[in-house]
């Protein structure tokens, strides 16, 4: 039972042969003493050892890594190709290192006599509660090629719905800083060349063209109190937004009430809820136990302190349906839909059909509000850039109808 619970490592290492030459390396083991011991055996004197990190190197591995690597192995599995060895295709073949260096190690635990959902477990940063339950449940019910597929599809169905949220957010952002930088240069660089054009003119300037001239004494003057403070800020704001729950909450809250995108993010929870709840219900795992799994899966605090709050009171005697509706965080129509599913046995395929519909939904607002952003943004940036100009510009005007 104790070689179970040996980590295994990977090490560097550099020494010379038994001819004297030099040759370098890299081994598996627990530790320094087992790699030595082993070169040793093979006639190697052994100069330098040094641990590599499990994740050392370039690139990162990212959820989209993930999902496409529980697809393949839940294909070779389907196809009846052993365990590790599908282990051995999808690492090689993988473009990241990063990748086929993580499945390299959670092969090696299971080859030891882990089983694939404990050596998950030992990279809960890429591999959840939900992922690993699952895989579980597969593995205790000899189902794991059912599951792993179950679990290929949840993943791209909530990447897909994760990148198109993202995408109907980061657009307008985008263009938002944009507008920002050029606006900063127009006062930075531009707004003082019109200023010493318009000293010599000897006559009073226009209201709208003094205040933006004034704008730009600020911005020259404190270009960098401006962007120190704005960069401070934006740091500060993710820095606390990542570690303090309080934080998390309100803005969540906040961010379920925005005009337009409000509505789509909280059609992109329920999504995520129903999806979860139906994939971990498909496959077995309790209610109780399921519902730990789908709060962490949900992506906002207000919806997990609703799921945990569902949790108490189905653990209580409470059934699904009621414990929704008492959160208050659902349409009557998840809540209806659930009802149906619970009276006749198939809640599953009811919530499968719940997710389906938001997911729907999403792909639909996301489209409106690309449709609706872009003309928005396009009248904001020509007021912007146009009420500029036209400040400018009025003083020459005067000055031409003075001269005519």
């Known amino acids: 039972m104790a070689a179970k619970t040996v980590k295994q490592m990977t090490f560097l290492w550099e020494g010379k042969d038994k001819k004297g030459k030099i040759i370098k390396g890299e081994i598996r083991a627990s530790g320094e003493a087992v790699v030595n011991a082993t070169l040793r055996r093979q006639g190697i004197t052994v100069t330098k050892v040094k641990k590599q990190s499990s994740f050392a190197g370039s690139g990162k591995v990212t959820e989209k890594d993930i999902t496409l690597f529980t697809r393949q192995l839940a ?35 299971v080859e030891t006599g882990s089983s694939l959902s404990a050596s998950f477990r030992k990279y809960p940063l890429y591999f959840d509660n939900l992922f ?22 949840y993943k791209e169905k909530i990447l ?24 900063a240069v127009i006062m930075i660089f531009v707004i003082p060349a019109f200023k010493q054009l318009f000293s010599s003119f000897g006559s009073d ?31 500060f704001f993710l820095y606390t937004w990542k570690r303090s729950e309080k934080m998390q909450h309100t803005m969540d809250r906040l961010m379920l009430k925005m005009p337009i995108f409000g509505d789509l993010i909280r059609k992109a929870t329920i999504a995520r809820f129903a999806r979860t709840l139906s994939t971990m219900f498909a496959a077995g795992v309790p209610l109780v136990e399921a519902l730990d799994s789908v709060a962490g899966a949900s992506g906002n605090r207000v919806y997990y302190d609703a799921t945990k709050r569902i949790q108490s009171e189905i653990s209580t005697g409470t059934s699904l349906t009621v414990a929704m509706q008492n959160a208050d965080v659902f349409p009557n129509m998840v809540l209806q839909m659930t009802a149906i599913g619970e009276e006749s046995g198939a809640l599953d395929s009811m919530l ?40 400018m510009y009025m003083p020459i005007f005067k000055l031409g109808q003075v001269v005519g």
């Not at 995408?167 to 938002?176: D, E, T």
């Open 75 to 109: 294909t070779m599995m389907k196809a009846g190709v052993p365990l590790l060895q599908a282990f051995d295709i999808v690492g090689k073949g993988h473009s990241n290192p990063q990748v086929s260096k993580l499945l390299a190690d959670i092969k090696a635990d």
């Open 132 to 153: 690993c339950n699952l895989v579980g449940a597969g593995e205790q019910a000899g189902i794991l090629d059912t599951l792993l597929d179950r679990l290929a599809t």
């Open 160 to 183: 897909a719905i994760k990148s198109k949220i993202k995408s109907a957010l980061v657009y307008p952002i985008s263009i938002l800083v944009v507008a920002f930088i050029i606006t």
């Open 205 to 235: 300037l226009p209201a709208p063209t003094l205040i933006v001239m004034n704008i730009s004494d600020i911005f020259v003057d404190w270009w960098w109190a401006i962007f120190g403070s704005i960069g401070f800020g934006i740091w």
């Open 352 to 391: 499968s059909k719940v997710a389906d519909f938001f997911e729907a939904e999403v792909d639909d607002a996301v489209a409106a509000i690309s449709s609706l952003m872009e003309p928005v943004i396009m009248v904001v940036l020509g007021g912007l850039i146009g009420g500029l100009v036209i400040a």
